[in-house]
């Protein structure tokens, strides 16, 4: 069967335009009779279930149903699977009342692969807003290459392993592939305009602003040099409320601004986690040598330009080697760890604590003044001695020795961590348990 030749931009009902749900629209009755009156092929279905409301007598007859039997039956009954689901990527973002952009699609029509041209109105019936499928036949003889291509190049962007959003100069989306819905979750009655994916893929205002921040400062740079906007990640809540690592990739070409969604979350996570293993001590979780001298290099470069005392700390525990040797090497190693907690236990969020070796580990500190310096030592050597450490049946008293350097503006690191370490070297020759700053002899 051919459908009339008639001009799609079918007229519609007079509703005031809103940008949110109008409170009351036309009747039932009346876009029943309108639709009846109309030669094409008319489909009201609901914004997110794509189920059929109300449908014309043309409809009826393209799709093979009575009036009756054609409510409420869902679409992917008249079209196809493959067709709902591009009817659910394409999103009009135009006012209530106002017909979107026809696009081409292969549908399955009473068991039969037909080429339907659509468009999509967004129309106001009593007190919600449905969607209007207006249907044509696919362009007539000469435009049939026009059709294939759309259809070869819809399956290959849902296909692609990432989100990918086609969206107007104004950034409202007017193409979502099915990965973008996969990804996020979110139906076109969730982020209908562009403020409402802010506000649902960023709830924390604060955090929202500075995703916003980035992203427009990142585009206009981009534009601004006729580019590919340089990536970066955000951190985005999905309607299931999981929180993904997105990396933004942007382009504009004409009118249409062109935006990738790439999933990053197992890649970062990886990433981080290797990195804490690069730089963390497997036993007891404190720095390692190498993040703590790499912390120090840059806190000792600083300390020229602040007014506050840098330290560095040495500290090693008492008379370590009799624990081991009399109660074995996995207790040494849970003198270790508990040792370390009640250290960071002592300290300051800012301060910096690693193991350097063995029983052996250092701080860097900075405090406003060396009196400063010294009181935080002391209070971390009381914080390690003034409870036992419960090693099986026996309470082990643990005491440390500590030595420390503060830092002038001529002394560089590795002098200061050698006059660190001679200070501790003294701390234990005057009997151990006890804090000792470098000084000049």
Known sequence: MSMPEIALEVPLPQEPASEGMPASGRSRQDVDFWMNCVGAPLVLVEMQQLVVRQANRNAAILFGRGLEAIGQCPMEELVGPEATRMLGQIWNVAPVGTPGEPFIMPAQVQGQERSLMVQVTKIAVEDEVLRLFTFMDAPPQGSVALAGWQD??????????????????????????????????????DISDIEDWWRVAYPDPEYRAYARKQWYDSIAAARAEQREMTPFDL???????????????????????????????????????????????????????????????????????????FSFLMLDIDHFKSINDRYGHSVGDRVLVDFTRRCLDALEPQDCFGRMGGEEFAILMRRPDSAAIEAAAEKLRCAVGATPFGIDHDDLTITVSIGFFIFDSETSLEAGISRADKALYKAKEAGRDRVIMWKAP
Do not use: C
């Open 152 to 189: 070869n190049m819809m399956s290959l962007l849902n296909w692609l392993p990432f989100g990918f959003e086609i969206a107007g100069a104004d950034d409202q989306i007017q193409f979502a592939n099915s990965t973008f819905n996969e990804l996020f979750g979110f139906s076109q009655d």
């Open 235 to 309: 951190e985005v809540a999905t309607a299931t409320g999981r929180t993904r690592t997105i990396q933004f990739r942007h382009r504009t070409i004409g009118n249409f601004n062109i935006n990738l969604y790439i999933d990053v979350t197992q890649e970062r996570a990886a990433a981080r986690e290797l990195k804490t293993l690069a730089e963390t001590d497997s036993l007891t979780g404190a720095m390692n040598r190498r993040r703590l001298m790499d912390e120090a290099a840059r806190l000792h470069a600083e300390s020229r330009d602040r007014s506050a005392a």
